[in-house]
Structures are given as C-alpha cells and as structure tokens.
C-alpha cells in the first residue's frame, strides 16, 4: 500500500509540475512533502477550506437560455443572457469542463450585458471534433459569436481555455473589445520534449486517474460542492478530448497571439501561477491581479472576479474602441 501511495504522489509531482495550467511548479515541491491524497471515495485527510463565501450549487440563472449552434466539427452548446443587450461577454471554460463553471458571473451580469458561456469542443454537451486543435477551438468562439449575432465581445477566460481566446482575438481583432484571462496557461510549448512525452504517455493510459489526481490539488481549499462539480465534469469530458487539448496546448505557443493583439489583455492569477512559462513572466507588462484562492478563481472567488469583470466594462467603454486593424 505505502508502494502505491508513494507511486501516486510521485505520479502527481509529474502532472503539476508539467500542466503549467496554473502555474503549478511550486505547488509539486509542497504537495510531495504532503501525505498523499484521500482516494475518492475516502474522507480526505485535508478538510477542505473554502476561500470566501462558496458558491454551492453550479446552475445557470433562470432566465439563461440555453441553445446549440453550428460549429465547423458539429454543434456546440451555449447559455446565453440578456440576449437583447448590445455588448457582449464571452465566457470559456479551461480543460475537461463546462458552461456552468460561469454560473456566479453570468447571474451577476448587469441588464445592458449580453452574456453568453460556451462548452468547448468535446466538453459538456457539445459535439466531439476529429481532431484538436487550438485554432479548431478558436473557429467555435467565433461559431458562438456569429450563431448569436453578436458583433464584439469581452472575451473571459480561464486556465486552457486562454488559448483559444488568445487565438480568436488574434485573428479577429475587430471582434473583440478586451481580455479577461483567469489563472491562464502559460506557454507549455517551452516545456522539454521528454516531460511532455512523459505526461502524455500517462495521460494516454489513464486521462481521467492522472487528471483528477492533480484536480484534488487544486481543489484542496475549495468548498465541497465546487470539489464534486469540477470532478465531476472533469470525469464527464472524453479521455480522448483531454489527450487532444493537452497535445494541443503543448503544440501552441500563445505568445505570437499576444504580440498582434491590439486590444487591454488582464489577467486574474491565483498564488501559485508563477512558472518560468507563465504569462506574467514571459509578457511582463500585462496587468494582473493577484486573488487569494485556487485555480478555479471564478468559483472560489466569485464576488471578486464579477468586480474585475465590471471595471473591464467600464474601462473599455465601446465609444473608446481603437480602430480595427486591416
């Protein structure tokens, strides 16, 4: 038994240290020293500590409509707020999970903001492309966009989920006011050729075991409603889906994405997203918040993620747009 717990915290040192999706480096070192995690369906050794006032159930506002829209791999699922307003915010969710994730901060939208929150590709309800790739991931938000008539957009997004925002912003620069990246993934692109062959020979053999191992992590000081949620749609996203996205995100560099931006790029970061590859390192002129809380920001610090949204709102007013570039 002690040979299995050791092979497992081992097991997970390796995952976060080489998901770079929070800045997890430091977290590794800490967590090994640790006793290893509860399985399952134990009780766990750490009780968890929620940060602030928890969001305990993940359901859409009831005036959210929910609707499917045409996508380039199929359909993919949208809620949508406030339809008739005249700006936009996109929310988008990072690896293995769901819409809902933005509960908090599509309730908290204001009547004169249109809110929508899209299930990525192969995630939630929508449908599974053949293949994964950041700018395939990318083509959806600008499905989501145009499905909903929507001319900008705020982007919001969290963890893996930066990429493809970056992405589309990227390329459409005319079609986004500004950015709102939460805890985002740093350039994994850097990380050495044989870790990421190690994490993804791993990820190969058990995607759900590997990834729900380093989810507790994160998870420790959540409350326990969000903990059930967030694994619950991680253990709901197809393996195949979670291999392809890390294949992908290890294959992108957002950098060049940044650099063509013309548009306010934030970022919202927890303690522990400080990594050589990190946004914040490698562009260190972006402004950022530093919140108190784990990965999951928008859930472990809902109240404070809303305020970041707001001042983004009325900082970037729609009358301040710089032109678009040609």
């Given amino acids: 038994m002690a040979g299995k717990s050791g092979s497992k915290r ?3 040192g390796r995952m976060l240290g ?3 999706m929070a800045g997890l480096g430091f977290a590794a070192s800490r967590l090994r020293r640790q006793a290893p995690v509860a399985e399952p369906t134990r009780r766990p050794r750490r009780r968890p500590r929620p940060i602030a006032a928890p969001v305990q159930r993940l359901e859409l506002p009831d005036d959210a409509e929910l609707v499917w829209l045409p996508a380039p791999d199929g359909s993919i699922a949208v809620a949508e707020r406030n339809a008739a307003a005249k700006r936009t915010v996109l929310f988008v969710h990072g690896l293995g999970g769901m819409l809902e994730q933005w509960a908090p901060q599509l309730a908290a939208l204001p009547p004169s903001v249109h809110g929508l929150a899209v299930d990525l590709p192969g995630h939630g309800r929508s449908d599974r492309p053949e293949t994964v790739t950041v700018a395939g991931l990318a083509g959806a938000l600008a499905a989501a966009l145009d499905g909903v008539s929507a ?12 990429l493809p925002a970056l992405a589309y912003a990227a390329r459409h620069p005319s079609r986004v006011e500004a950015l709102l990246l939460i805890d985002p993934n740093g350039d994994q692109s850097r990380i050495g050729a044989a870790d990421r062959r190690a994490l993804l020979d791993a990820v190969r053999a058990d995607a759900h075991g590997e990834l729900e191992w380093t989810w507790r992590q994160l998870l420790a000081d959540s409350a326990p409603a969000v903990a059930k949620e967030i694994l619950t749609q991680l253990r709901a996203t197809p393996p195949p889906m979670l291999l392809g996205c890390l294949e992908a995100a290890f294959s992108h560099s957002p950098l060049d994405d940044l650099d063509r931006l013309e ?3 934030h970022l919202a970061l927890s303690p522990l997203n400080d990594l050589p590859y990190s946004l914040q390192r490698l562009r260190p002129d972006l402004p950022l ?3 108190r809380g784990g990965h999951w920001l928008m859930l472990d610090r809902p109240d404070d993620v809303t305020r ?7 900082r970037v007013a729609p009358a301040a747009r710089r032109p678009a570039r040609r």
């Fill in 10 to 12: 081992r097991r997970g």
């Fill in 18 to 20: 080489l998901l770079g």
């Fill in 151 to 162: 001319r900008r957009a705020i982007l919001v997004a969290h963890s893996f989920g930066a």
């Fill in 263 to 265: 548009v306010p790029v």
């Fill in 289 to 291: 918040r530093i919140l």
């Fill in 308 to 314: 970041l949204l707001d001042e983004l709102l009325a």
